[in-house]
């Protein structure tokens, strides 16, 4: 609008305002957008947001040395919370790997040393050993192979047998990923960072039991039974346990059991007990030894140690009558208490010859 056109439309609202016997009212108290008027048509100018307070010379903020405390406090504060940053895993080199939960999330962390432990250190399974590594070669051929669940009495080789087969298998392109219960609800995070590596993995769950209500059941019952938090193609999940449906048992449990045709059926608390283990595709149990295995085990245990020590320490009926009473003190007769009676008397025997 030229300013000749501004000033008459200003003379003609005056004229008007006069005519109609009102006080004109000054440039722009008629607008309502504040940017023209609509009488007077008249440009008003933009209303404009405050300007920002002067900063400290310089460009900084004056912050007091009590801000600056409480400003680092905070800060420490979060760098607790968040996880630490850490590399990518080099498969290549690393054979097996911790989930470490931390805070909000968690991270797989490299395991330096997974013990010597082979095969043939592991006497009296032989038939357990055959399955779970027939098993485990299908998978890493590629061909179909199941989920398995190690269980039975303590001390007979379950969690041994899972570290065997990796320094055995390891060349062949076997991983190991360890969880802890606890942190079984990460499953979908943990198979998100090793689903599209070039690798078959055991996810390993060792010492697994759950009391009633645990989250993490649900999550573990969802990976084995192949919902949207199923494992991936190059995961397998292998567990071991003192309990063949890693759930406590009771009486009360059976008194919904009824006869049906003449079979037994179980009860609901029976049946949603054993549902997470049946989905186990293999069941594979280790039961405690009797005394003569326990014996034969204990004269290899003796056996191999006194080699590496290069002692000569002879079987003997003293030996015989130690190694059985070591196992009533343990209570128990297994590959462990034949390992640690082993250790026992090859060490006296060497501290007594030294």
């Known amino acids: 609008m030229s300013k000749e056109r501004g000033s008459a439309a200003g003379a003609g609202y005056g004229a008007w305002a006069a005519a109609k016997g009102i006080a004109p009212c000054p440039p722009g108290a ?21 300007e920002p307070r002067a900063s400290a ?29 850490v590399e990518p895993i080099d498969w290549s080199r690393c054979h097996a790997a911790n989930w470490r939960r931390h805070s909000f ?4 962390e490299p395991i330096a040393s997974v013990g010597t432990t082979s095969l043939d250190d592991l006497l009296g399974i032989d038939e357990e050993q055959r399955v779970v590594e027939e098993n485990t070669r299908q998978f890493l051929a590629g061909y179909p192979a199941n989920n398995v669940l ?13 570290r065997a087969l990796l320094n055995r298998y390891a060349g062949r392109g076997l991983r190991i990923v360890q969880v802890d219960k606890s942190d079984l609800i990460r499953l979908p995070d943990i198979f ?18 759950f009391e009633p209500g645990e989250p993490s059941y649900k999550m573990l019952k969802s990976a084995l039974d192949g919902s949207v938090y199923a494992a991936p193609e190059n995961v397998l999940i292998y567990t071991t346990s003192n309990r063949r449906h890693l759930l406590p048992e009771f009486e009360v ?55 590496q020590a ?32 082993a250790r026992h008397w090859v060490g006296r025997t060497l501290l007594e010859t030294a």
């Open 30 to 50: 008629c607008c309502e957008d504040r940017t023209r008027c609509r009488i007077c048509r008249r440009p008003q100018p933009p209303t404009l947001p405050p």
């Open 57 to 85: 010379p310089g460009g900084t903020v004056n912050m007091t040395p009590e801000l600056s405390d409480r400003l680092e406090r905070v800060l420490a504060s979060l760098e607790q919370l968040l996880p630490r940053p």
């Open 105 to 108: 999330a968690g991270y797989l």
């Open 150 to 162: 190690l269980w039975g009495t303590r001390g007979t080789g379950k969690s041994s047998l899972v």
């Open 192 to 209: 998100a960072v090793i689903k599209d590596q070039p690798y078959r993995f055991i996810l390993l769950c060792d010492d697994l039991s």
């Open 253 to 307: 449990d059976n008194l919904g059991a009824k006869m049906v045709n003449n079979e037994i059926h179980h009860g609901e608390g029976v049946e949603e007990k054993i549902s997470l283990s049946d989905r186990f595709g293999l069941w594979v149990a280790f039961h405690a030894f009797s005394q003569d295995h326990y014996l034969a085990v204990v004269r290899q245990c003796v056996g191999n140690l006194a080699r």
């Open 310 to 341: 290069a002692i000569d320490v002879p079987w003997t009926p003293e030996v015989e009558t130690a190694a059985i009473a070591w196992s009533h003190e343990k209570s128990k007769r297994c590959g462990r208490t034949a390992f640690q009676f």
